[in-house]
């Protein structure tokens, strides 16, 4: 069953034609990625489904539910949550509170406690960090904290926008590997993501953009060998 479903996004800057008709679909518990080149469109349509940027046309589904015209806030309690690139923590904010305000939409708050174990348990740097300020936090342990911020709100799917950006390649294993663990515990995933390569290799699917336009589509594995993905974006 689809638990996220665009058909025919269109995105305008301006009188530019960014995102021209592209419609794809994740299904429940998949990890479905995004491919392409600097400037393809990753990043836009991730703003479009999520409610940052308003569409031109086209419509957004989650669980069956139109959500084309909410906007990003209200779609967490929906069970959509983001982690954005350069993952925007709230820098002044100690890593306690940060994860805090990922909790802020759930209602029973008994739960706190419970989930906030289990974020320590995925990264237990950030227990170790839980009263230090994040903005003095490294750019991996940033990432982390993004990633459980998000994931505080137990969301249904969970968008995660170029994770690996500037991390270390010790850092980008371990936010790789946290992907596949959060995915296997029950939470489906749309990733964008520059390194291709990375995000094949977990991919149950993937959507490869060109210019606004999805060129090509098919699993992980499947992408990973193709002749002419290999030579446009694994390094031949």
Do not use: C, W
Not at 122 to 127: D, V
Request: aromatic share 6%; charged share 25%; hydrophobic share 45%.
């Amino acid at each position: 069953m689809a638990l996220l479903e665009v058909k025919d996004l269109e995105v305008n800057y301006g009188l530019i034609k960014a995102i021209k008709g592209v419609s794809f679909e994740v299904n429940e518990g998949e990890v479905v990625a995004l491919i392409g080149a600097n400037g393809a469109g990753k990043t836009t349509i991730m703003h479009a489904v999520n409610g940052l940027i308003p569409k031109a046309a086209g419509t957004v589904s989650l669980a069956g539910e139109d959500i084309t015209g909410i906007k990003a806030h209200k779609l967490v309690s929906r069970g959509m949550a983001q982690v954005p690139e350069g993952r925007r923590i709230f820098q002044e904010l100690s890593v306690f509170e940060n994860l805090q305000m990922g909790f802020f939409t759930r209602r029973d708050k008994s739960e706190f406690d419970a989930k906030l174990e289990e974020m320590y348990s995925y990264f237990p740097i950030l227990k170790e960090r839980s009263s230090q300020i994040a903005g003095t936090l490294s750019g991996g342990e940033q990432q982390m904290l993004a990633m459980s911020r998000a994931l505080m709100s137990s969301p249904k799917l969970l968008l995660l926008d170029e994770p690996s950006m500037g991390l270390s390649p010790l850092y980008v294993n371990t936010i790789f590997d946290m992907i596949k663990k959060v995915n296997s515990l029950g939470t489906t995933v749309l990733l964008v993501e520059q390194n291709a390569r990375k995000a094949l290799s977990i991919a149950d699917r993937a959507y490869v953009l060109e210019i606004g336009k999805m060129v090509k589509t098919g699993s992980g594995a499947e992408l990973l060998s193709d002749p002419e993905i290999r030579k446009a974006y694994l390094g031949g």
